[in-house]
């Protein structure tokens, strides 16, 4: 099985915040979980590979191509989905998907088609008449939509109800079945316990492990993933 994703030393410099050093890689047809608490660097690491910012240095090799020089073909490839919509709130569905095909070559409205009648998608609405989880779900139809085979998503289930944030886990499971590798962020563990088959976790700008969820449990001593937390991100109080 090959990677997906291969990062390398990124270092990313703010005047308040590094990451340092940051490595791991990804397995074609997998879920990774990129779990850490807030503030810890999941979302700088994301927009560093993806360059959103330009990392200080590394190198991040997607599908086996180096992300410097490649970044045009790599993106075709590439789905990304933030937690939710945030703009153009007044515009319909179907006018932000107008726009968003315009970019992908490779765009497929069968499939679009699919997914919006899969999810329950009505692209007359607006975003802003869109629940949470209806938006996480437009987000990944746009993704789908131009054949990505690696999603990377942000913190998707932040701020979803129960119920929401197990349908889409679920979505989430039937996509790699089908062979779509998964990337997403989260400091919600019990999401991670469900459906990923590795974690990579990250604390102030460093990699604490990366490796199956088996193993990292068993490198972290065991426990949920939630009590690992908790001790990874335990620290003495003076008050």
């Given at each position: 099985?090959s990677n997906?994703?291969e990062i390398?030393?990124?270092?990313k410099e703010?005047?308040?915040?590094?990451?340092?050093?940051?490595s791991?890689?990804m397995?074609?047809?997998s879920?990774m979980g990129?779990i850490?608490r807030?503030g810890?660097?999941?979302?700088?690491?994301i927009?560093s590979?993806?360059?959103?910012?330009?990392?200080?240095s590394?190198s991040?090799?997607?599908f086996g191509?180096?992300?410097?020089g490649?970044e045009?073909?790599i993106?075709?490839?590439i789905?990304?989905a933030?937690?939710?919509i945030?703009?153009?709130p007044?515009?319909?569905l179907?006018?932000?998907t107008?726009?968003?095909?315009?970019f992908?070559?490779?765009?497929?409205d069968?499939l679009?088609e699919?997914?919006?009648?899969?999810?329950?998608l009505d692209?007359n609405?607006k975003?802003k008449e869109?629940?949470e989880?209806?938006?996480v779900?437009?987000?990944?139809?746009l993704a789908?939509?131009?054949?990505a085979?690696?999603?990377?998503?942000?913190?998707?289930?932040?701020?979803?109800?129960?119920?929401?944030?197990?349908e889409?886990l679920t979505?989430f499971e039937?996509?790699?079945?089908k062979?779509?590798?998964?990337l997403f962020?989260t400091?919600?563990?019990s999401d991670?316990?469900?459906?990923?088959?590795s974690?990579t976790y990250?604390?102030?700008?460093l990699?604490v492990?990366?490796?199956?969820k088996?193993?990292f449990i068993r490198n972290?001593g065991?426990?949920?993933l939630e009590?690992?937390?908790?001790r990874?991100?335990?620290?003495?109080i003076?008050?």
């Open positions: 099985m997906v994703l390398n030393n990124l270092c703010y005047p308040a915040f590094q990451l340092k050093d940051v791991f890689s397995k074609e047809g879920i990129f850490g807030n810890a660097g999941k979302t700088t690491t927009k590979i993806l360059n959103f910012v330009h990392p200080t590394g991040i090799v997607f191509k180096e992300m410097a490649n045009d073909d993106k075709q490839l789905g990304y933030p937690g939710g945030n703009y153009y007044m515009k319909k179907s006018k932000i107008a726009i968003t095909k315009s992908y070559p490779e765009w497929n069968e679009y699919k997914y919006m009648k899969a999810f329950k692209e609405k975003p869109l629940s989880g209806m938006k779900k437009y987000n990944l139809v789908l939509s131009h054949g085979k690696l999603l990377i998503l942000d913190e998707p289930t932040s701020g979803l109800d129960p119920v929401s944030r197990d889409l979505i039937k996509l790699r079945d062979g779509t590798s998964i962020s400091h919600i563990t991670l316990e469900k459906c990923a088959d974690i990250i604390k102030q700008g990699i492990d990366s490796a199956s088996e193993d972290q065991g426990g949920t009590e690992i937390m908790v990874l991100e335990k620290e003495e003076d008050i």
